[in-house]
């Protein structure tokens, strides 16, 4: 079985940094993290691979949002920069065999999700 599991939301202030790390047992998978807002279907965030060395990112949060990872501790870093009142959202993480892309469907394993409201 493997565990994928988020930590750091909570409550962030407009233009602030939020970092939301994320943790999976077992090998080094693709990961990426994806978020869902109230009302909103969930929408592709960044992704990485399993080495760390290529990235990928949803066009409309480019140069906000930031994703690394710390191979030795099998873990993946997402840093929000000038947080923005829509960036509130649940934040999930998930793990994939075969890509670090946008496609919900092609992730194995997804963690339980933590909130990130954003006040102004």
């Given amino acids: 079985q493997v565990h994928v599991v988020e930590s750091g939301g909570g409550l ?11 943790v999976a047992s077992g090998r080094l998978y693709h990961m ?4 869902q807002a109230p009302g909103k279907e969930r929408e592709f965030v960044a992704g990485i691979s399993g080495g760390g060395g290529q990235t990928s ?3 409309s949060l480019k140069g906000r949002y930031t994703i690394s990872r ?3 501790e099998n873990s993946v870093l997402l840093e ?3 947080a923005q009142l829509d960036d509130t959202a ?14 919900p469907h092609l992730y194995d394993y997804w963690g339980q999700g933590v909130q990130v409201t954003v006040s102004s």
């Fill in 32 to 35: 990426a993290w994806f978020r």
């Fill in 70 to 72: 710390d191979i030795a």
């Fill in 80 to 82: 929000i920069h000038s």
């Fill in 57 to 59: 990112y949803a066009d």
């Fill in 12 to 22: 962030v202030q407009a233009g602030g940094l939020l970092r939301l790390s994320c």
């Fill in 90 to 103: 649940v934040y999930s993480c998930a793990a994939s065999i075969v890509t670090w892309k946008s496609d």
